[in-house]
């Protein structure tokens, strides 16, 4: 993620649903309530139950459309004129209900002297409260509340999916509201804003074959992206390169005596046991996303020849100079200022905060021209990859209740993924008018300086529609990333596992991954051969991988 300093309300708002895996939580289940459905508890098996059905939203229609399966998101130059009201009337009548979810940031302005928060109060007829919590902090947080046995109306699961938490399944059996009666086929139709996700983002919240959910939707559900700085390649060739050995070439043009380098990268913490800047070369030498699965069995990425090839190509990279020397120890912010400022050309992160790189990188030069780097083929017959994320930012479960509650927090969640375009979208990210923002010349939201902290509030991790291609401070953006974004999600592949439950992955992940990432990094920037790679694939199987990998593999016999 980028500097949190200056930073606009769109820019925080999806800073905020971006987090490092959660921390191991330790088995925390209370027995489990009267309305908790019995039986035995197996791994998430989740094909038969009948995902939400697909009505897209008839929204203003976009500048550029996005795919129909949704992986492209679609792009508006501006933000629509006359937004539509998507949700007609409040379903509460005033009652309070608590909605327990993280921050990055400082609280907002509270909600006696917050006009927004007090608008999205009145038309859902709640007054929500939202005791928040710093993203760090927020694992220990969770494990105190599951553990307690007494949870709040509405309750994120936190980055990861809740993935990160021992004996889920058995978590939300004993614990959370079953939506499946409310949701599932056509029920989902008396909630408009629900039955606009995708069902690539339902397939998240589904365990033991019913929905134990709402996920928090990324309409593009990229991974990393690796961002360029056109006016650096333009006059190299552009952002398409042949093969590796191109790609080589062209950054040694781009590297120049201790000012200018190819590509940055950071030191920071590794999502799922690969380093960001690994990422983009293993996607060009196609290797698999996290898993590659074939007749029922599973292969680990690291475990494949593809993977090791990546490695051994990054740490040239390393070997050649063009990496810039600080990136072993820069922070994100450093590596986000060098970027702007020029100092490399390529510098991998996430589309999600697409709109602020762009905006950061403008500010300091108008020429910068950024794009979005499609993967090379690691050879001329090579096939890169991209590897496309869960489709979930997070996953929002509902305290065991009665139906009729059920459906009344149901009715808040859909408010809160009411689609770009709408009045509610509008109120949620940019307030009320003339006392948040006020709409410019092109009739684009301008935030306030008051706004900068009212809008400090993170809806967008309890509930979220899909995203779209869009800056109020530049049509640009839009019309270049959606160009860019299409070519390279065309090459996206799904990680076979995702919506899957591994027991053993949600206790030892977290060390697994650490160790992995470090012995990663250590390799890439020389302070370890590439053949320790070996050892390193050998110490996660013995100390969990193979566990990991049954379980899902039975997990994936049993939903296909």
């Not at 907002?108 to 006009?115: F, L």
């Not at 509405?154 to 990160?164: C, D, H, I, K, V």
């Not at 690994?278 to 290797?287: D, I, K, R, V």
């Not at 076979?496 to 027991?503: A, D, F």
């Amino acid at each position: 993620m980028t500097p949190l300093r200056p930073i606009s309300r769109r820019g925080f708002l999806r800073l905020v649903s971006i987090g490092a895996t959660l921390a191991v939580l330790s088995e925390a289940c209370s027995p489990a309530s009267p309305n908790a459905p019995s039986g035995p508890v197996t791994p998430a098996a989740n094909a038969a139950v009948l995902l939400p059905a697909y009505v897209p939203a008839q929204g203003p229609p976009p500048d550029t459309p996005g795919s129909q399966d949704g992986l492209v998101p679609p792009a508006f130059l501006n933000y629509p004129r006359n937004p539509n009201k998507t949700v007609q009337q409040p379903v509460g009548s005033g009652e309070e209900i608590t909605a327990v979810t993280y921050t990055t940031q400082a609280p907002p302005t509270p909600v006696d002297q917050n006009p927004a928060w007090q608008r999205v109060n009145q038309e859902v007829g709640f007054k929500v409260n939202l005791p928040l919590t710093q993203l760090a902090d927020y694992p220990t947080k969770l494990n105190t509340i599951i553990a307690g046995g007494s949870l709040p109306d509405l309750l994120s699961l936190g980055a990861g999916n809740g993935l990160g938490i021992a004996n889920l399944p058995e978590f939300l059996q004993s614990q959370c509201a079953d939506l499946t009666p409310l949701v599932s086929g056509d029920a989902v139709k008396a909630y408009s804003n629900l039955a606009n996700l995708p069902p690539y983002a339902w397939r998240n919240a589904v365990f033991n074959n019913r929905i134990y959910a709402v996920p928090s939707v990324r309409a593009s559900i990229s991974n990393a992206i690796m961002f360029g700085t056109g006016k650096l390649l333009d006059p190299v060739g552009g952002i398409n390169f042949k093969d590796a050995n191109d790609f080589l070439k062209v950054m040694q043009q781009l590297t120049s005596s201790g000012s200018q380098w190819g590509i940055g990268a950071t030191s920071g913490a590794p999502m799922n046991g690969v380093p960001g800047l690994l990422t983009y070369f293993l996607e060009s030498f196609g290797a698999p996303n996290i898993w590659r699965a074939a007749n029922g069995k599973l292969t680990k990425d690291w475990e494949t020849d593809e993977f090791r090839a990546a490695v051994a190509y990054a740490r040239q990279l390393w070997d050649a100079g063009v990496v810039q020397p600080d990136a072993p120890t820069a922070s994100v912010n450093q590596a986000a200022q060098s970027f702007y400022a020029g100092k490399y050309a390529l510098w991998a992160n996430g589309l999600v905060i697409g709109d602020t790189v762009w905006n950061r990188a403008n500010a300091q030069d108008p020429s910068f021209g950024m794009r979005a780097v499609p993967p090379f083929p690691a050879s001329p017959s090579a096939k890169p990859v991209h590897f496309l994320g869960s489709g979930a930012n997070l996953l929002t479960v509902l305290k065991n209740t009665s139906a009729d509650q059920a459906r009344k927090l149901l009715g808040v969640l859909n408010y809160l993924s009411a689609p770009f375009g709408s009045q509610e979208y509008l109120t949620m990210w940019y307030g009320v008018e003339g006392s948040e923002f006020d709409f410019d010349a092109g009739g684009n939201p301008v935030v306030s300086a008051r706004g900068q902290t009212d809008l400090f509030i993170p809806w967008p991790n309890v509930g979220a529609a899909a995203s779209v291609l869009y800056n109020a401070s530049s049509p640009d953006y839009a019309r270049v990333m959606a160009r860019d974004i299409a070519v390279i999600q065309g090459m996206g592949i799904q990680n076979p596992v995702v919506g899957l439950y591994s027991q053993t992955n949600a206790q030892k992940a977290a060390t697994l991954h650490q160790m992995m990432g470090d012995g990663l990094l250590a390799i890439i920037f020389g302070r370890a051969d590439v053949s320790s790679l070996d050892q390193l694939v050998k110490d996660w199987r013995a100390q969990g991988g193979d566990q990991i990998r049954s379980e899902f593999e039975q997990a994936l016999q049993t939903s296909t």
